[in-house]
DNA sequence: CTGCATCCCAGTAGATACTG
DNA sequence: CAGTATCTACTGGGATGCAG
């Protein structure tokens, strides 16, 4: 999180940001959770239901570190039983048009990668 | 890397290829490889000295993921001292648009999510 | 319903030393 | 020069149980 950046052609400024960045979009759910909340606001136990393989506790820890960078307004209704609600910021939804061109890139893409991956491992499977 | 997916607008190739890429560039030291050999051909060393802070077993590590997926082609010249020059193939090259994308969206954005964090930051100081 | 606390395991980073 | 081997330490993440 505070590393050395030695880019020739670029000072260390960008180099952190994007650093920062994906330090917090590159974890197993954070993408998915903001992919699914720009379809609009939604409760914790919906989100745990669109999304079955995450269990409760990285829900709760991905969603407060969503909050914590100002990506996901938390929005808590104090009735019993309590309603939590949780939707994008402006700044969550700013991030649409990188994680699309990401998204576009990786679909573009995977058969190369899957292609290549498969060729290196072949490649390395004769030496086993 | 083989998880479920049970995005609402979307079925589960897209997402499923983010998550390959994901797990692909979001490790700590891809992005910063990748960026590095956009200037042209280095060498292993080459690269050690311009990211001090990698060690060598990180960057080998982080060279042969980025060779399996077809984003980096490794060369050997067989002479002695041996010489291997890594060079970015044109999936790597690829790679630049998205990255860029990120890359200006994690400038521009920096600053309102330092903030965030200083007033979240805040905000739960109190409570201890 | 929401979410915190605890325990536990597997994966992965780092340091160091050694090899072709 | 360009790695590999080994060992240790840290962290992510799942399971479970408890609380407001």
Wanted: proline share 6%.
């Amino acid at each position: 999180m505070d590393m050395n950046c030695a880019l020739p052609d670029r000072d260390s400024g960008p180099c952190q940001a994007v650093e920062a960045t994906l330090s917090r979009i590159g974890d197993k759910w954070s993408v998915l959770v903001v992919t699914l909340l720009r379809g609009g606001s939604r409760r914790f136990n919906e989100i745990r239901r669109l999304v079955p393989s995450i269990s409760q506790r990285m829900l709760t820890l991905t969603l407060r570190g969503l909050e914590r960078d100002g990506l996901v307004l938390r929005t808590v209704t104090p009735t019993t039983p309590p309603r939590v609600d949780y939707e994008l910021t402006e700044l969550g939804h700013s991030l649409a048009g990188p994680l699309d061109a990401l998204r576009d890139w990786a679909v573009a893409h995977r058969p190369a990668m899957q292609a290549a991956q498969a060729a290196f491992d072949g490649r390395h499977a004769e030496a086993a």
